[in-house]
């Protein structure tokens, strides 16, 4: 059980590591990669999703709406990335005068996985309501588009493991 637990803490710290690094003081990273609640995007993912959604021509309600979306987002879910951000700070502070405290930091991880747990099911809410702003034509383009990076991407990783 103490193996499991210490392998659980290791993972969850490298987690939170990640999250804090990423984080730059707006809130965290979602399930769609960069959406904040300041993000200037049409949608919600950040800045490869922001470009997909220039390439299907939004009329200015669908523009609105989204704009909408986002803002009601951001509003909504402030005092959750407010709430993480605070547990992050604490999580460092547990390790800070050359001393680690287990116990808190456990603790503190637990809370921010409930914490985030919470902002990934908003921000898939979020996610479907983008979603029905799309004309049927534009999501097919949206997921053509989407298939297309991936299919760049990955033979950018296959080329670099050359």
């Known amino acids: ?21 990423q984080d730059n003081g707006q809130g ?10 300041d993000h200037k995007g049409p949608g919600f993912g950040g800045m490869r999703e922001g470009r997909l959604f220039k390439q299907l021509n ?8 989204m704009k909408q979306i986002r803002e009601s987002f951001a509003q909504t879910n402030k005092p959750l990335r407010d709430q993480l951000r605070a547990k992050r700070q604490e999580l460092r502070q547990a390790s800070e005068g ?9 603790q503190k ?6 914490l985030e747990a919470k ?19 534009q999501k ?16 950018m990783r296959n080329h670099d493991e050359q």
Do not use: C, Y
């Not at 939004?58 to 709406?65: E, G, N, R, S």
């Not at 991880?109 to 409930?114: P, V």
């Not at 902002?119 to 983008?130: C, T």
């Open 98 to 106: 050359g001393t680690f405290n287990e116990a808190l930091a456990t």
């Open 109 to 114: 991880l637990t809370e921010m996985a409930s």
């Open 58 to 65: 939004l009329t200015d309600d669908q523009k609105a709406k």
């Open 119 to 137: 902002l990934m099911g908003e921000q898939f809410k979020q996610h479907q309501e983008v979603l029905s702003v799309l004309t049927p034509e």
């Open 28 to 37: 965290g990273r979602g399930a769609w990669h960069g959406h904040r609640g």
């Open 1 to 21: 059980i103490a193996a499991v637990s210490a392998i659980a803490l290791a993972a969850s710290i490298a987690v939170a590591q990640t999250v804090t690094n």
């Open 140 to 155: 097919a383009q949206l997921e053509q588009s989407k298939a297309q990076f991936k299919a760049r991407r990955g033979g």
